[in-house]
């Protein structure tokens, strides 16, 4: 594609002759520069991408797209923008033709949620004959074709790549999981939204990043008030769970920008509303319409993210007895309230609930489940919002029966100095019922080899993750492989 062509919509100063350049790809990592593309220096929290120009170049930049000029590389090979991060997008969306345009597309944001919410809104189009992309925490699917995820929400020139690979396998419709990084970051900022999904919010999630609440608040509005508004989509839905305090604002907000909005909630009786609710230790049970729904995805959290994607899904005009034939047949979800088979009589789940919202939903759902026992193993991740550390063991302590403290992902903290944190805010009245075990591997095998009959023990924070990151370095661990061996080493030992 000509040059010109590729920073449409883009200000910018350059010389003519060269926007006749034929560009052959776009990068924003050095080391995945080819000949003949266009490299965009990115700051990021921990490198700046104008550090690596000369190495761009050296692999067959044609040019780099930059917010300063740099003498280590010719003046004529740099196009200044005013902000790169933005300007990617831009010539991603144009160098891919827009695919998004060509797709409808699902944003789905929140705290918790979003990912579940994709693998069932993904199942019922596909029960519906509608074949979906997604693009989210556990991985990007496109087709046949699964890539591991990096990001939740990948940067923008991803997004636009892997869309337009949907539209060429001839997929109809997009699923993203949309992060408060992502929205923060305009990594979403091209995409042509059909439909915004706002899940939930917590007030103590990322933090670290966003500030203050108002802030995080005002990042995920911003999908529905900007993103969603200014789509060059003629109908747009916006999905409310109106059981969230801040529901009724986002659908207010979204209303106020022309969107069309469908509200859900299991307490508060939205445009979708469930009836005779039922939950069981093997489904959850529930009308809507006069239409018996099933799934095997348990607790009230799940029964939410069933409603958000059937919202959608009734928008997309997909009859309820369909969707319904699809909630049953939803395979277990990685990380998300899984079931780790394991020899005994009790039983292992594995969930990624890292905040105290989650992780106090979770615990209700163990112990309204649990003939006897929950026992618990969870930590907190380092270089994240610490105020969260204390809440979190004050509701570990009171919601299971016994709770073995240990370490998630330290990254760059002492994991003692973080489960001393964990530790305060246990009432001393309950540090009885909590053992500290910084080895998480030893943690689970303790837990599981002390479980009963009837007991749930539950190991929280990681869910899906087939890594922990020391030092920012990433060692192979899986809470679910480690739980399995523990099974099996505790058969052993049984005889």
């Avoid at 790809?25 to 520069?33: D, F, K, L, P, T």
């Avoid at 965009?40 to 930059?66: E, P």
């Amino acid at each position: 594609m000509k040059l010109k062509d590729i920073l449409k919509d883009i200000k910018t100063t350059h010389p003519p002759d060269i926007m006749g350049k034929e560009i052959s790809g776009i990068a924003y990592n050095s080391q995945r520069v080819n000949k003949g593309s266009i490299f965009v220096a990115l700051r990021g929290a921990h490198n700046d991408g104008h550090s690596f120009l000369r190495d761009a170049m050296d692999r067959g930049a044609t040019l780099c797209i930059v917010e300063k000029k740099d003498p280590s590389i010719p003046a004529q090979s740099q196009i200044i923008v005013e902000n790169t991060r933005k300007a990617l997008g831009v010539l991603a969306r144009n160098f891919y033709k827009n695919p998004t345009s060509r797709l409808k597309v699902f944003g789905i944001t929140g705290t918790k949620g979003k990912t579940t919410t994709t693998f069932i809104l993904k199942r019922i189009l596909e029960k519906s004959g509608a074949a979906s992309g997604l693009i989210g925490t556990i991985h990007y699917q496109i087709g046949e074709r699964t890539i591991a995820s990096y990001n939740t929400t990948p940067e923008s020139a991803d997004i636009q790549q892997m869309c337009a690979e949907m539209v060429e396998k001839n997929l109809s419709h997009a699923i993203l999981e949309v992060s408060s990084h992502a929205l923060a970051q305009g990594r979403v900022a091209e995409v042509s939204f059909d439909y915004a999904i706002f899940t939930n919010a917590s007030s103590h999630e990322h933090l670290d990043y966003h500030k203050t609440y108002k802030e995080y608040l005002a990042t995920k509005r911003s999908l529905f008030t900007n993103l969603l508004a200014k789509s060059e989509k003629k109908i747009k839905y916006a999905i409310i769970n109106l059981d969230d305090p801040e529901g009724a604002h986002f659908a207010e907000a979204a209303r106020a920008e022309g969107c069309k909005v469908r509200t859900f909630g299991i307490h508060s009786r939205g445009d979708v509303y469930p009836e005779q609710v039922k939950f069981l230790e093997t489904k959850t049970l529930f009308t809507i319409e006069g239409v018996q729904f099933s799934t095997p995805l348990l607790g009230p959290g799940n029964l939410s993210n069933s409603l958000a994607a059937i919202a959608a899904a009734q928008c997309e005009k997909i009859e309820n007895t369909l969707i319904s034939q699809a909630l049953e047949t939803i395979p277990q979800i990685p990380g998300r309230m899984e079931f780790v088979p394991i020899p005994g009589d009790f039983k292992v789940v594995v969930d990624y609930a890292h905040t105290h919202h989650s992780l106090l939903a979770l615990l209700a759902t163990a112990r309204k489940f649990s003939s006897k026992r929950v026992i618990l193993v969870f930590g907190c991740g380092g270089d994240r919002d610490p105020s969260k550390r204390a809440l979190m063991g004050s509701i570990a302590a009171k919601g299971a029966h016994l709770v073995f403290i240990t370490s998630d992902n330290p990254r760059n903290e002492n994991p003692l100095a973080i489960i001393g944190e964990i530790w305060k805010g246990i009432p001393f009245w309950r540090r009885k019922r909590c053992r500290i075990v910084p080895d998480r591997k030893e943690a689970i095998l303790q837990a599981i080899t002390i479980a009963e009959k009837g007991d749930w023990v539950v190991i929280a924070g990681k869910g899906h993750e087939d890594y922990q990151i020391i030092h920012n370095v990433h060692y192979p661990f899986d809470d679910r492989i480690i739980a399995q061996e523990a099974g099996i080493k505790r058969a052993k030992s049984n005889g």
